[in-house]
């Protein structure tokens, strides 16, 4: 069985959501300057109806750990954690530079 991640990013202005399922990759933004705590929960769930998942299917969570935004850091992490103990799987936190660098490396597709 394919793995299902969820993963979460809060740390900038910007609230981010992603579910990798079945090798396709969904996911949604939205700006929300100090709103976070107001709009992730809601994009979790309609992203959970979009994909049709069940958080019961979900593999993995993983959130971004920064640096960034102090206060949308703890949200993701929260967030992340409390997933993650409810569903008793694995929580995975992931450097928010190398998210960037990763995202310059596909754009760019440079070696170094």
């Known amino acids: 069985m394919p793995n ?13 959501i992603a579910i ?7 996911s949604l933004s939205e700006p929300c300057k100090k709103t ?4 992730i929960l809601p994009m979790l769930q309609k992203i959970l ?11 993995y969570i ?5 640096p ?3 206060t949308g850091l703890r949200i993701a992490a929260s967030i992340a954690q409390s997933l993650s103990l409810s569903l008793n799987i694995p929580i995975i936190s992931i450097s928010t530079l190398a998210i960037m ?3 310059a490396w596909r754009k760019y597709k440079k070696k170094k």
Do not use: P
């Open 49 to 59: 109806f979009q994909t049709k998942t069940k958080l019961k299917e979900l593999n």
């Open 36 to 39: 976070h705590t107001k709009k």
């Open 20 to 26: 990798y399922k079945k090798n396709s990759i969904y």
């Open 101 to 103: 660098a990763e995202k």
């Open 68 to 70: 960034g935004n102090f």
């Open 4 to 16: 299902t991640i969820l993963t979460l990013d809060t740390s900038i202005d910007f609230c981010s």
């Open 62 to 66: 993983a959130f971004s750990k920064g």
